[in-house]
């Protein structure tokens, strides 16, 4: 009997970390749609320095997701004050722009990749890079789970 309660729960878990992981796959592939299309725009119609365009476009990009996640991904999840919670974001969203924009910025100016579609491909790897530490850093110290939030609506 106790192993069926011990698998309930654990696909109990994945569901709610499958769900979790879709909405912010939402609010983060709108993210990743922003953050390019500034990110050309600048770099086509300014004479702005390629990774000040990217972390430009990052921080546009940022300031999206966090309406996204804070009323749409992770809108169970709010029992601190906003204040600290933007803070907290702030935070692990400076640390993500310096990983994506770190990717560009090595290939860029170290090895001397571009071209437009090769900082395209590499802003994207950045972001990948970005994307992994910011689910973790988000749903892990921002948008916490207690153990008073019930881990499904």
């Known amino acids: 009997m106790k192993s069926r309660t011990g698998r309930h ?16 796959g939402a609010v983060g592939g709108i993210g990743v749609i922003v953050n390019l299309l500034v990110f050309n ?8 320095p390629v990774v000040r365009c990217g972390m430009t476009a990052t921080a546009v990009a940022v300031a999206c997701n966090y309406l996204g996640f804070r009323y749409f991904a992770y809108q169970d999840r709010r029992q601190r004050r906003q204040s600290s919670e933007l803070l907290l974001f702030a935070f692990f969203s400076a640390a993500g722009l310096v990983l994506e924009n770190g990717v560009l910025f090595v290939t860029t100016y170290g090895m001397g990749w571009d071209t437009p579609l090769q900082e395209n491909v590499f802003k994207f790897t950045g972001i990948a890079f970005a994307t992994l530490f910011r689910f973790w850093s988000y749903r892990t110290w921002v ?11």
């Not at 654990?10 to 909405?23: D, G, H, N, P, W």
């Not at 725009?41 to 702005?48: A, E, I, K, M, Q």
């Not at 948008?143 to 609506?153: H, I």
């Open 143 to 153: 948008f916490r789970r207690t153990s008073l939030v019930p881990a499904t609506r």
């Open 41 to 48: 725009l600048l770099r086509s119609h300014t004479g702005l």
């Open 9 to 24: 729960a654990a696909r109990s878990r994945l569901r709610s970390l499958s769900v979790e992981m879709a909405k912010f």
